[in-house]
């Protein structure tokens, strides 16, 4: 009896056993064959490493989701409503094709989302803040997996969130961000930047404000004192002195100041003749609107009218100064909607068609960023960022806004032409958003410098973290 | 709840811990079912011990500062410069920034305590606001200015980088070692001292007790925890913004506090969970957040100005009460009327102190 009992037990168990391993073999090898068959193509074309896991990849299912971080609150947040309006419109395009797809050159999208996956977006709430932005992009990257994460209004907020995107191994595709730093000594290997930077709009204004009010001029510089300040001082100072100009004087203002007028009465007690405004936002409303109240504009100083120059323009800022203050007031734009080119037209009439208005170049950097991405993934093929990144280092396409872009790869810089801008009279504009009119295309080709003039490290294609 | 704490058996106290140790190491896996994440609880985590330092400070003796992101914000810039410059320790790293927090507090302690109500916050707030603007502009070369201070290492603790989850382990350590000393001083005779100065401190110096001493000792702790907060911050996101110093850190805290409820230690740590998860999940789901957050934080002035820990014990004294009333009815007649009684007054008159 118990003879028979424990060779009874013995056998049942050994049964299970077999039983056990021979159904997880096959469980495996189907498991195997499946994944084979999936990923082959990459596999076997991408080299070996391709099916590392970095950062929210591989992605699984047939939905890729893209995160879109804008400041909701605080006071970008028109800006990060029109950029997120943008990017509404770019998943929209990438999923049933239309705008840009039709004119970017070369593109390997087909409108029927990315790799063959439906683009789906999930978006936070930056709040100008990097602090926030950061914990915002946290639980994009952790909660939501987004592969890419995209958006922003301020320098401070895109560098918090590119260092983050090494950490993580996510691409961050920054939106507004005009510092130079955030493709110069803060630049990362997962951070790319379409918009333009100081660097930029100083090489493209200098020359035209020479022949504008001539070489002999005298320049005082009111400055915001934080990082894009001085990058935008620095690079004003240097392109205009190359014109000949003196600069008399720079003060640094704190940021978020709302009473100029001791800068501005230090200004009016010197012999300059043109007064620099390195202001952004709501400091360049205050200052601008001030210095006309203070009568800079009607001053005659060594003989000459008194000149204000605004290096960086929005939309935003001069709807907040208002077109009987800006009229006439020399800066620069990264894109306008009122360019003519194939790529900007695409883009602003299915814009206009579903908002009922004209994108804002925050806008544009947003919709382009986010087409320029996920074109970048289609093209090598998958969403391995390593790869992703260097499809996107040194590619150069047409059809995204006029003349050819240029993502550089040392620094991850887009070079693109930019625009000189002028403020619209009153009486000029036919609508609410039209108040600046294009002066001068400047081409991407003249406003490029040395990767070194800005030293940096990208870092490495795999995340150390 | 401070009789409660006074009373407490070490061996109650060693199941409160125990309690405590389980809930802060589960937090990370608890976030996803409630919408959240798991690097946001170490968040919350860091934040509590901000919230917990707070109260030894508000809750006690009723000086209400608006200057504590001094504190938290000196901690983590001192040991994001080490991590930088240095090594990637994260033991000196810590030690080295709750040091210099630490001293500041002192300094700042003394300077500030001389005033009270009003002035006292004022003056807290006109100095942490110095510290951010001398770290926007004038030391910008150190802090990195409003760029904030980015490419601190991943810290590492005997070899292990503290990264995800490590990082988690690493905090709620901490939290639990906070939590600890916490409730040691809120029992102590040194704690004791705290509450006296906040029901009546002329009353206390008129004793003869030294109150400046104690007041500088409380701020000096409450500054303790605020830079060992802001190290942890630091560690965690590997990276500081100026914004750390900012005003709206200090409010931030208060806004917790106000919402877990003062003078109950586990409140305001309570109160940073909820306003974290508000501000981080919230958000993602709807442009109005922080329409949301101020009908909440409104809600608890009005309603419940004791916070969570007050709806709590309301919740629990109700509940109390209708199992009483039920034992009374069965067993009326056979017990005195009054016997259960003397525990409600009770309470109530600790509730004030």
């Known amino acids: ?465 | 709840m401070i009789a409660q704490l006074r009373n407490a058996s070490p061996r109650r106290e060693a199941v409160f811990m125990a309690v405590a140790a389980v809930i802060l190491i589960a937090l990370p896996w608890i976030m996803p079912y409630i919408g959240g994440y798991r690097e946001l609880a170490t968040r919350i985590l860091i934040w509590g011990i901000f919230a917990l330092g707070f109260d030894i400070l508000v809750g006690f003796t009723g000086y209400l500062s608006f200057g504590h992101a001094a504190f938290w914000g000196i901690g983590a810039y001192c040991s994001g410069y080490y991590l930088l410059h240095a090594n990637a320790n994260a033991l000196v790293a810590i030690l080295i920034g709750v040091a210099v927090a630490t001293a500041v507090a002192i300094l700042l302690g003394y300077l500030t305590l001389r005033r009270h109500g009003i002035y006292f916050a004022i003056l807290t707030l006109a100095f942490a606001e110095m510290f951010y603007y001398a770290a926007l502009a004038p030391l910008q070369d150190w802090t990195g200015g409003d760029n904030g201070l980015t490419g601190i290492r991943t810290p590492e603790l005997f070899g292990v980088k503290l990264d995800g989850d490590e990082m988690h382990y690493f905090v709620a350590a901490w939290t639990l070692l906070a939590i600890y000393f916490a409730r040691r001083i809120a029992r102590s005779p040194f704690g004791l001292m705290l509450r006296a100065i906040k029901s009546n401190e002329t009353r206390l110096q008129s004793t003869g007790v030294n109150v400046y001493r104690y007041k500088v000792t409380a701020f000096a702790i409450s500054g303790l925890y605020a830079g060992l907060a802001g190290t942890l911050y630091a560690l965690y996101e590997t990276y500081v913004p100026t914004e750390s110093l900012h005003w709206t850190t200090s409010g931030e805290v208060v806004i917790m506090s106000v919402i877990g409820g003062f003078g109950t230690l586990i409140g305001p740590m309570i109160g940073a969970g909820i306003v974290l998860y508000l501000e981080n999940v919230l958000s993602a789901s709807t442009e109005q957040w922080l329409l949301i957050q101020g009908l909440i934080f409104m809600f608890f002035v009005i309603f419940l100005p004791g916070g969570v820990m007050e709806g709590l014990q309301r919740l629990a004294d109700w509940g109390r009460k209708r199992h009483e009333s039920a034992t009374e009815a069965e067993a009326r007649g056979a017990a005195p009327k009054g016997a259960s009684a003397p525990t409600a007054p009770l309470r109530q008159r600790s509730q004030k102190g």
């Open chain 1, 1 to 465: 009896m118990s003879e028979d009992h424990t060779i009874k037990g013995g056998k049942t168990s050994a049964v299970n056993r077999r039983q056990f391993v021979r159904t997880m073999a096959g469980v495996t090898a189907g498991v195997g064959a499946l994944s084979f068959s999936g990923s082959a193509p990459f596999h076997f074309v991408r080299g070996a490493y391709a099916q590392d896991a970095i950062g929210n990849f591989p992605v699984n299912g047939s939905t890729v989701v893209y995160g879109f971080n804008v400041p909701q609150t605080g006071s970008y947040a028109d800006e990060g409503e029109d950029e997120l309006r943008a990017y509404k419109l770019a998943v929209r395009h990438l999923n049933e094709g239309g705008g840009m797809l039709e004119t970017l050159q070369p593109s390997a999208l087909k409108g029927n989302g990315v790799l063959g996956k439906k683009v789906e977006f999930v978006t936070g709430d930056t709040q100008t803040n990097p602090d926030a932005a950061r914990a915002s992009a946290r639980r994009m990257i952790e909660r939501d997996g987004v592969i890419m994460f995209s958006g922003g209004s301020s320098s401070a907020v895109a560098i918090a969130q590119q260092y983050l995107a090494q950490e993580k191994g996510i691409i961050f595709m920054a939106g507004l961000t005009h510092s130079n730093d955030t493709t110069g000594k803060d630049r990362r290997r997962y951070g790319f930047r379409h918009f333009f930077n100081a660097y930029m709009s100083g090489q493209a204004l200098g020359p035209i404000l020479a022949k504008e009010y001539g070489q002999d001029r005298r320049a005082y510089h009111l400055t915001a004192d934080y990082t894009w300040g001085h990058t935008q001082y620095e690079s004003m100072k240097d392109s205009t002195e190359k014109q000949g100009w003196t600069t008399v004087n720079n003060i640094m203002t704190p940021l978020g100041t709302t009473d100029y007028s001791q800068f501005l009465t230090a200004v009016l007690n010197s012999d300059a003749d043109v007064l620099v405004l390195n202001h952004y936002g709501q400091d360049m409303v205050n200052s601008l609107t001030q210095a006309v109240r203070f009568g800079m504009r009607d001053r005659q100083v060594n003989g000459k009218q008194m000149e204000v120059v605004v290096p960086l323009y929005s939309r935003l800022m001069a709807q907040g100064a208002g077109s009987e203050n800006i009229q006439g007031i020399f800066g620069t734009t990264n894109w306008g909607p009122s360019l003519d080119d194939a790529g900007s037209q695409a883009f602003v009439k299915t814009f206009e068609a579903e908002y009922g208005q004209p994108p804002s170049q925050a806008a544009h950097t947003a919709y382009v960023q986010t087409i320029l991405y996920s074109n970048a993934a289609e093209t090598a093929g998958t969403f391995y960022p390593p790869e992703v990144i260097k499809a996107l280092e040194d590619f150069e396409c047409t059809g995204v806004g006029p003349g050819k872009t240029l993502y550089r790869g040392c620094d991850h810089q887009a070079f693109h032409d930019i625009l000189v801008v002028r403020g619209k009279a009153p009486d000029q504009k036919k609508n609410e958003f039209d108040l600046l009119e294009t002066v001068e295309q400047i081409p991407g080709e003249s406003v490029k410098y040395d990767c070194d003039m800005m030293p940096g490290e990208l870092g490495p294609y795999e995340p150390t973290a």
